[in-house]
């Protein structure tokens, strides 16, 4: 059976360690690493190019810290053999059906009522300054725009999984707030 692992700063730093042991130089080839990373699964038609490389890095580092992989083993070779595995892992996976023509289309305004704007407010301002901030940011832009500043935010934070981790985390506690104070009667729930 499969667990779930993920990257831990002790298991990040040990793969950066064995990029090179001089900390700028294993920087440089990590970035330079994920780049190549981004760019096979793009030319190989992946909707979902970070998160693959993501998963590639986070399992080779999974091997390196278990001590299954040399140090001796070039590690961005073995990076490209474990995004191989990781690409025929995401051809083999079903593709979702395309949505019917006829589907009708949403109303961009969601209509709220007035009730559940000021558990939201409330939720909002239980929120931390930065994280209030941060899901503010996270869920303001469109397109082009939405993909630039995510990108910033991530340089900000330290990478797109903190960054996703964050939002999903933040976007939980609103949730179960939300949820807390529409169960409760008007006036009685204090967010």
């Given at each position: 059976m499969k667990t779930d692992w993920s990257l831990t700063a002790e298991s990040l730093e040990s793969f950066l360690t064995w990029l090179?042991?001089?900390?700028?130089?294993?920087?440089?080839?990590?970035?330079?690493?994920?780049?190549?990373?981004?760019?096979?699964f793009v030319q190989a038609g992946c909707d979902v190019p970070d998160e693959l490389?993501?998963?590639?890095?986070?399992?080779?580092?999974?091997?390196?810290?278990s001590g299954e992989v040399e140090r001796t083993i070039d590690a961005c070779a073995y990076c490209?053999?474990?995004?191989?595995?990781?690409?025929?892992?995401?051809?083999?996976?079903?593709?979702p059906e395309p949505l019917p023509e006829d589907l009708p289309q949403p109303d961009d305004e969601t209509d709220w009522e007035e009730r559940?704007?000021?558990?939201?407010?409330?939720?909002?301002n239980k929120l931390s300054e930065g994280d209030r901030d941060l899901a503010k940011r996270y869920h303001t832009y469109e397109?082009?725009?939405?993909?630039?500043?995510?990108?910033?935010?991530?340089?900000?934070i330290g990478g797109q999984n903190k960054l996703r981790l964050r939002i999903w985390r933040i976007t939980n506690r609103l949730r179960d707030c939300l949820e807390a104070c529409l169960a409760q009667p008007a006036g009685e729930f204090a967010p």
């Open positions: 090179s042991l001089d900390r700028e130089e294993a920087a440089r080839r990590y970035e330079e690493l994920t780049k190549k990373l981004v760019r096979f490389v993501d998963k590639t890095i986070d399992r080779a580092s999974k091997k390196h810290a490209y053999g474990v995004a191989r595995n990781v690409l025929k892992e995401y051809r083999r996976k079903p593709k559940e704007l000021e558990c939201l407010d409330g939720c909002l397109r082009g725009e939405k993909i630039s500043m995510r990108r910033k935010m991530a340089d900000e």
